[in-house]
């Protein structure tokens, strides 16, 4: 494990933390390996339920990657690290290309959020942000264009205006603005942010697990498909979920108007 990754996998929500605020929580090639190695044990523990991912300090979520470290340009650097980190790697950050992980996964956006710590933060689910956070592609101004996510994920996010404008510019944006365009779902006090992205993440840790991973599928699956083929897998996933454990404690727990304990089976 990198010093720059911090984990606390104790319970259901898992809080992830990019922890090198020297240099804004820019990732180098060992501490994006080892945020893979996070993922990936996160998707194969059956009791994680909620992922939570921030950085440390007051400055930064991340500045994207830390380029004092990779070889430059691309067109020289060695085949293997090439494949590996543009082509047919994980992608930055781990989750940002490769890996499928139907877990909710949240993020707490404490300040920068900038290049592929814009892609990390567009490849969770659910985004909370203090005031101070600003966002943006920067790529465009150093000869390069967004390679982990975002010129795929932003436009399904804010439409495919907002995403030309900010990955053609390279121009920053401020909280107000992308909690006005969805960027993000929240703006909260800084003091608050953490406390507030907690109490969401193990809210959604008391959740149908099942039905949260099936329903997350089927809303990135569904996307760009014609109307009637995602109708049919919405359904689809619907009646596979009609044979789980957790579907008839749900409902027994509606019937004796108590809190559900679901187990993901």
Known sequence: MSDAIKVDDTGA???????APAKMNALD??????????WRRFAADPAARVALV?????????????????????????????????????????????????????????????????????????????????????DVRWGFHPCDGGCVRLPQIVGLGHAMELILSGRRIGAEEACRI?????????GDLMDEARAYAADLAKRAPLAQQAAKQVILESYGRAQEDA???????FHD?????????????????????????
């Open 231 to 237: 109708l049919k897998l919405e359904s689809r996933s």
């Open 29 to 38: 090639f060992a501490a994006s390996d080892a945020l893979t190695d996070v």
């Open 182 to 190: 969805g960027l993000v779902n929240r703006v909260v006090p800084a």
């Open 54 to 138: 921030t950085g440390a300090g007051d400055r930064a979520f991340c500045a994207g990657a830390d380029l004092k470290t990779y070889t430059m340009p691309y067109a020289t650097m060695a085949a293997p690290k090439f494949r590996r980190t543009v082509t047919d790697g994980p992608g930055f950050a781990g989750i940002t290309r490769g890996m499928e992980i139907h877990k909710p996964i949240v993020a707490a956006v404490n300040g920068f959020a900038v290049s592929g710590g814009l892609e990390l933060a567009l490849a969770c689910d659910v985004r909370f942000c203090s005031p101070q956070a600003e966002f943006g592609f920067q």
């Open 13 to 19: 929500v898992w809080e992830i933390t990019l922890d």
């Open 241 to 265: 979920l009609g044979r789980s454990e957790d579907l008839a404690e749900g409902t027994t727990a509606f019937r004796e108007k108590r809190q559900a304990d679901f187990k993901g089976r």
